[in-house]
């Protein structure tokens, strides 16, 4: 799973991206985009190690793509800029929050560069397709032609009128049909205040969360900046400042669950780990992101769910003896932080 790190320059992304990520950014990698790996922090795999002590504990990860920051005054090259994201999952449009105040301006105004973008490359296509229906074709050609025009021609109004595609009630057909342009105002989205060293304990204002009810806030400079101390030194900064708790952790999984994604769980002696599945993944799914010879050869999966795992003291044993471990097919819907145990032919 890949999240952008998104906003107009001087927001400070590139800094978010060292503090969720740990990578120093690339100058020279500024105009093509900087990818680097974080952990999706999980205190359930936490407490499942803590009582097992396998040899490895593995979380699972989630890609964060630094990209070129978006000019406020000039448009034209933004396009250009945003097609760096339109491979990502999801977005975290950076929001300044250092120097400027206007959060609710900033992300309306970010959100017209998406739809521009968009408009940009829908429009493209029309064209294409209006000259191809002038000629001679195969009906079934002709009739796919002629829906995919009508459904462009729909996102085009929708966009024009400052409606992004993700809210215009698309099919799920209709979504499938236009996948290949990536739409940047399909992808779900996070906005994220970049805090300075003042009001990070402030509420953030109603109408920035009237636009988007899941921002978070972060003063990310000064938090990197405390991790560097020594610990002594770090409680007395954190006193002073009135910084009560580090916000890195929390941002990372907000930015994971808030594109759809949830977790389960494998545990033994050699490994407890986390996997990543798209919300409402099916048994034989997740056992093919585990390998693909899992799903292929699927027969079916001992599911056991977190809390009764926890009231089991985390033994699979234990739980087969009280009745809570489930035998279950493949259609079977995943659920967030179940145990599976994935029983396969061959």
């Keep these: 799973m890949k999240m952008g790190l998104v906003g107009f320059a001087g927001t400070g992304k590139s800094i978010v991206f060292e503090w969720l990520t740990g990578e120093k950014p690339d100058p020279s990698k500024v105009q093509q985009g900087q990818t680097a790996m974080a952990d ?13 002590k396998p040899k490895k504990t593995t979380y699972t990860k989630v890609a964060v793509l630094d990209t070129p920051g978006l000019m406020a005054d000039e448009r034209k090259d933004n396009p250009r800029r945003l097609g760096v994201i339109r491979e990502a999952n999801g977005m975290v449009i950076v929001l300044d929050g250092f120097s400027r105040s206007d ?9 017209e560069e998406l739809l521009f973008a968009d408009l940009e ?34 996102i085009v109004a929708a966009l024009e009128a400052g409606t992004p595609a993700a809210q215009i009630g698309l099919t799920t057909d209709e979504e499938k049909s236009v996948r290949s342009f990536q739409l940047l105002t399909l992808k779900p989205e996070i906005a994220f205040v970049n805090r300075g060293d003042s009001g990070f304990n402030d509420p ?3 109408d920035l969360l009237a636009l988007e009810p899941h921002a978070i806030q972060a003063p990310v400079k000064l938090e990197m900046e405390l991790l560097a101390l020594g610990e ?11 910084v009560t708790s580090f916000h890195r952790d929390s941002t990372i999984r907000a930015m994971f669950y808030g594109v759809g994604r949830e977790v389960f769980f494998t545990t033994g002696e050699d490994e407890c780990r986390t996997w990543s599945i798209p919300k409402g993944c099916e048994a034989v799914e997740a056992a093919g992101c585990i390998h693909k010879d899992l799903g292929e050869k699927f027969v079916r999966a001992i599911v056991i769910s977190y809390n009764d795992f926890v009231s089991c003291h985390y033994s699979e044993k234990e739980a087969k003896t009280k009745g809570l471990a489930r ?19 061959g």
């Design 121 to 154: 490359v829908v429009s493209n296509r029309i064209p294409k397709l209006e000259a191809g229906l002038k000629k001679a074709k195969p009906a079934k050609e002709r009739e796919a032609d002629e829906i995919e025009l009508a459904l462009l021609r729909r």
């Design 204 to 206: 953030l204002p109603a």
């Design 327 to 345: 035998t279950e097919g493949k259609n079977y819907v995943v659920k967030d932080a179940d145990i599976l145990h994935i029983l396969h032919s």
């Design 103 to 111: 959060f609710a301006g900033q992300l309306r105004k970010f959100r």
């Design 232 to 242: 002594e030194d770090r409680k007395a900064f954190m006193a002073d400042m009135g």
């Design 40 to 52: 999706v922090p999980d205190e359930r795999l936490a407490k499942i190690s803590a009582a097992l």
